[in-house]
C-alpha cells in the first residue's frame, strides 16, 4: 500500500475513480511551503491548465488536499495518468493530518509542459471544488478555488464524421494496435501525432475512450455505463464535451474508421 496527496481534481473520488483508482481511505491532508498553481499544460488545448504545485515560502504558502491510502496495483494507473517522466515528476513529500505528519507521492509538473499563461477550465475546476466540499477542506481555500480566473469556453459546431471509405473496427480488432483510439464511434489513428502526445499511446491506445471522457465531465455521477451513452442518457453538457473532444482528437489524430459498439464495450478501468 502507499499514500498519495491528490491536490488537483484527484481530490474528487469520482475523478480518481475514473482514472482507475479506488482508495482504501482518504483524509484531509496540507503541505505546507508549497503553492498551487494551474500551469501544467492539457494534452488537448481546450482543457487549459491543470494541476501543479510548487515551492513557495515556508510559513506563509500551503496547498490543501487529501491523502488516499492506495492500494500497490494503483500507482501504475496514477503513473500513466499523470503522465509520470513526461509531464509530472513523481517526489514524497510530508502532509499534515488530523492523525499525524505522513509521508506520500504527489506529482509535480515537469518544465516541458509549464506554461504559466494556462487558466483552468470551469469544468476542471467544478471538479476540484466539488472534490474539496466533499473531503471537507477549509471554507477559504474553497473560497479561493471559486474565485480563480477560468479559461474562456470554446464552443464548437456538431463534429461532422469525415465522407471516406472507411474500415470497421470491434472492441477486439482496436485492442491489437496501440497507435488507435476511439471515441463516439469514430476511429482515429494517433502514431503522427505531436510529440507530446505520444505518452497517451499508452492511455489511449487500443481502447474506446468514450465513457472515459464522460466520467471525467464535472457532471457524471462515476456510474455511467455505454449504454447510457448509446441511449443518450448523459448531460448535455456532458455530449458537448464529448462533441468538443471529437473535434480535438480530429484535430491531433487521423478519422480512419468507424467504431462498432457492442455490449461489452467500456474504457480504461471498468
Not at 482508495?23 to 508549497?34: D, F, H, R, T, V
Amino acid at each position: 500500500m502507499f499514500k498519495y496527496f491528490g491536490y488537483g481534481s484527484n481530490i474528487n473520488l469520482i475523478s480518481l475513480k475514473a482514472k482507475g483508482v479506488r482508495p482504501l481511505n482518504s483524509e484531509i491532508a496540507i503541505l505546507k511551503g508549497w503553492k498551487l498553481k494551474f500551469n501544467v499544460e492539457h494534452w488537448f488545448k481546450h482543457e487549459g491548465g491543470v494541476g501543479n504545485i510548487e515551492l513557495g515560502i515556508p510559513e506563509v504558502d500551503w496547498v490543501e488536499g487529501v491523502v488516499h491510502d492506495c492500494v500497490d496495483d494503483h500507482l501504475k494507473f496514477l503513473d500513466l495518468m499523470e503522465a509520470y517522466g513526461v509531464g509530472y515528476d513523481r517526489t514524497e513529500v510530508q502532509v499534515e493530518t488530523k492523525s499525524g505528519i505522513k509521508s506520500a507521492i504527489t506529482y509535480v509538473g515537469l518544465p516541458g509542459y509549464i506554461n504559466n499563461a494556462c487558466l483552468p477550465t470551469d469544468r476542471y475546476m467544478s471538479i476540484i471544488i466539488k472534490g474539496a466540499k466533499n473531503a471537507g477542506l477549509s471554507n477559504s481555500y474553497i473560497k479561493a478555488l471559486q474565485s480563480h480566473p477560468l479559461m474562456e469556453k470554446v464552443d464548437y459546431p456538431a463534429f461532422k464524421t469525415p465522407f471516406q471509405e472507411s474500415e470497421i473496427f470491434t472492441q477486439k480488432s482496436l485492442a491489437g494496435n496501440k497507435y488507435l483510439t476511439a471515441l463516439c464511434g469514430a476511429v482515429f489513428d494517433m502514431q503522427n501525432s505531436r510529440k507530446k502526445l505520444h505518452c497517451l499511446f499508452g492511455v489511449f491506445g487500443g481502447k474506446d475512450m468514450t465513457l472515459f471522457h464522460i466520467k471525467r465531465h464535472n457532471t457524471s455521477t462515476g456510474n455511467e455505463t455505454i449504454e447510457d451513452y448509446l441511449n443518450g442518457n448523459i448531460s448535455d453538457a456532458a455530449k458537448e464535451y464529448l462533441n468538443a473532444y471529437m473535434h480535438e482528437y480530429q484535430k491531433e489524430f487521423n478519422y480512419i474508421g468507424h467504431y462498432q459498439f457492442n455490449q461489452e464495450t467500456s474504457s480504461m478501468h471498468e
